[in-house]
Every structure is written in C-alpha cells, then in structure tokens.
C-alpha cells in the first residue's frame, strides 16, 4: 500500500536488544526500550508511548488556551493512567484518565474549558485513541480536585 505522508519518523535499533532511538522529522529523538526479565529498560515502552502522546498533546492545548485566555498559569504537571484488558496475548489499553495538575491563579471554570476542549475538539492523539479508548480526565487547583464530565471527542473533530 503507497500512502502520501504528511510526516515520516525513523527508529534505529540502539543495542543487540530491544533499545530502539525513535527520530522525529526535525532531528528530536525518543528512547524506546522494553524491559528484558525485570531490569527496567533504557526507555519507555511501545506502549506507555501512547499515555505520553496524550499528555503532551492535550498539555500543548491546555498552556495554549489558557494562555489565550490570559489565564495566570505558572506551571502545569500531567499525569495519564491507563488501564489494560489483562489476561489476553496481546494486552490492549481500554481507558486513559488524563489528570492536569494546574499551578498559578487560574480560574476553574476556564481550567475546566481548557481541558475539554482539547480533549474534546483540538488534541489529534485523544481524537485517534477515542475510536478504542475512553478517555476521562480531571484537574487541580491548589488542594482542590475537579472532574471534567463527559470528555468525548466530538464527531466534528474526529472527521475533520
């Protein structure tokens, strides 16, 4: 099958193991590694590069709408769970819950609005992923802990 890439990315085998150096078409590169009879790996695995996708992602969009937004935002930390249909051959990730840990005097209702929009309309990963994935997601203020409702991609964004 020929397709016309909009983006090519390159793996180069790092060791005689399973430690590959992923490149990105601007020359950044990832570490991937599995790990081999309990001795963690020189990278994140395959599959834990899906949860990092998301998070980067939907974090690129959050920074970027409360920014917009002229929200004071003085950091932001993202932490992703997954959970996986255990007991099968092959061990597919079945739900993400994206939590953003929001610093600086940011309003809820705007941390809020920032957070389903880019899990909902602009994060292209959450779009992928939602076809296989549910995806729920909260935030924090301070000491204060907020669930975001109904995190779904919306059909317009998903065929867009």
């Known amino acids: 099958m020929e397709i016309r890439p909009d983006m090519v990315v390159s793996l180069s085998q ?3 193991a399973f430690h590959f150096r992923g490149t990105g078409p601007d020359g950044q590169s990832v570490e991937v590694d599995v790990s081999e009879d309990g001795v963690p790996g ?3 695995s395959p599959l834990q590069l899906l949860p990092l996708a998301l998070g980067a992602c939907s974090g690129v969009d959050v920074v970027s709408i409360l ?3 002229r929200q004071p935002l003085d950091g ?3 932490e992703v769970s997954a959970e996986r249909d255990g007991g099968k051959p092959i061990s597919r990730i ?3 819950h994206v939590h953003f840990d929001i610093s ?3 309003a809820p209702a705007k941390a809020e609005r920032a957070v389903r929009l880019s899990l909902s309309t602009y994060c292209t990963v959450a779009a ?3 076809a296989t994935v549910r995806i729920s997601a909260s935030f924090g203020l301070g000491t204060d802990r907020f669930d ?3 995190v779904m991609v919306s059909q317009d964004a998903s065929q867009a």
């Open 42 to 44: 020189a990278g994140v």
């Open 14 to 16: 790092v060791d005689d």
């Open 128 to 130: 992928l992923l939602s």
């Open 76 to 78: 932001l930390q993202i």
């Open 67 to 69: 920014k917009k937004g």
């Open 94 to 96: 079945t739900a993400m």
């Open 104 to 106: 600086g005097d940011v």
């Open 148 to 150: 975001v409702e109904d």
